[in-house]
T-cell receptor, first 117, second 111 residues
Framework: EPEVTQTPSHQVTQMGQEVILRCVPI?????FYWYRQILGQKVEFLVS????????KSEIFDDQFSVERPDGSNFTLKIRSTKLEDSAMYFC???????????????FGEGSRLTVL | KNEVEQSPQNLTAQEGEFITINCSYS?????LHWLQQHPGGGIVSLFM???GKKKHGRLIATINIQEKHSSLHITASHPRDSAVYIC?????????????FGTGTRLQVTL
């Protein structure tokens, strides 16, 4: 069964360092998302991506964050200069095109745990 | 006030019990998702529904759009059902889905 894969599963970094989290969505999916979950808190939407551009982003997704689909398969989340509060589990998700973009089923990756020291 | 509220926050059940988890939302939605988060952290989509009822194995999800309420039922619960169950509302957006998540219901099923 096709799945969304994320790497790395766990990354430890120093505050101020750049981090890139990678995701390989399911191959025929057209919508891509990043979510994060700070330990003990609820999952939060970061950004959605469609047709090679950001379609929506939350207030969390500030200038320190960027997303890219560099080669048609990978979907990356970059944090330019990490802060302690960026420590969280980051989930990538993708969904197929259904005609109504709001009703596509979501497929999640296993998550990348980021620890900022 | 949270836009998506779940109850209960924690639930302990004995194997075989019928379980209901509730979700209320205050925003307009295009769909509602029920998700399962494993102890290791991974998230699996269980249901995505915009009306009526869906069933998959021992799991049933219902939604009442007028009342802005959804329920997830587990029949004949089993210890392997132990997980956090999260409802998430798909907001009305023009281009793509933006999920607003509930805080989750932690379910523990014991023998």
């Amino acid at each position: 069964e096709p799945e969304v894969t994320q790497t790395p599963s766990h990354q430890v970094t120093q505050m101020g360092q750049e981090v890139i989290l990678r995701c390989v969505p399911i191959s025929n999916h057209l919508y891509f998302y990043w979510y994060r979950q700070i330990l003990g808190q609820k999952v939060e939407f970061l950004v959605s991506f469609y047709n090679n551009e950001i379609s929506e982003k939350s207030e969390i997704f500030d200038d320190q964050f960027s997303v890219e689909r560099p080669d048609g398969s990978n979907f990356t989340l970059k944090i330019r200069s990490t802060k302690l509060e960026d420590s969280a589990m980051y989930f990538c998700a993708s969904s197929p095109h259904t005609g109504d973009p709001g009703t596509g089923e979501l497929f999640f990756g296993e998550g990348s745990r980021l620890t900022v020291l | 006030k949270n836009e998506v509220e779940q109850s209960p926050q924690n639930l302990t059940a004995q194997e075989g019990e019928f379980i209901t988890i509730n979700c209320s939302y205050s925003v307009g939605i295009s769909a509602l998702h029920w998700l399962q988060q494993h102890p290791g952290g991974g998230i699996v989509s269980l249901f995505m529904l915009s009306s009526g009822k869906k069933k998959h194995g021992r799991l049933i999800a219902t939604i009442n759009i007028q009342e802005k309420h959804s329920s997830l039922h587990i029949t004949a619960s089993h210890p392997r059902d132990s997980a956090v169950y999260i409802c998430a509302a798909n907001r009305h957006t023009g281009t793509a889905s933006k999920l607003t998540f509930g805080t989750g219901t932690r379910l523990q099923v014991t023998l």
